[in-house]
């Protein structure tokens, strides 16, 4: 069974950094595009960052790209998000995703609370 454990979350101040973590097991991980999401109160939820199965390429939102860079390491099977100079339109439950190329279901973590205030 897949599982996806988010944790790195927490209250920053605004011009901060978090580093998100995403720990997955029950897929063979190598094989799959990884995804951030993220969803504000009141808020639809959003794709923030999508990386291929190589780690090669990647994509942003345009409202975080040059602060957040995402990453991952196929060895230990984990998934990274690096988040700079955060503002308060960066809170949000962050989600981590994976999805098998050419499907269009996939696997979702239970998320990380990031909230960022003074």
């Known amino acids: 069974q897949a599982q996806l454990a988010e944790s790195g979350g927490g209250l920053v101040q605004p011009g901060g950094s978090l580093k998100l973590s995403c720990a997955v097991s029950?897929?063979?991980?190598?094989?799959?595009?990884m995804r951030w999401y993220r969803q504000a109160p009141g808020k639809e939820r959003e794709l923030v960052a999508h990386?291929?199965?190589?780690?090669?390429?990647?994509n942003y939102l345009d409202s975080v790209r040059g602060r957040f860079t995402i990453s991952r390491d196929n060895v230990k099977k984990a998934l990274y998000l690096q988040m700079n100079s955060l503002g308060p339109e960066d809170t949000a439950v962050y989600y981590c995703?994976?999805?098998?190329?050419?499907?269009?279901?996939?696997?979702w973590g239970h998320g990380t609370q990031v909230t960022v205030s003074s």
């Open positions: 995703h994976a999805r098998y190329p050419g499907h269009t279901d996939g696997h």
């Open positions: 029950g897929f063979v991980f190598i094989n799959y595009n």
């Open positions: 990386i291929d199965t190589t780690g090669r390429r990647a």
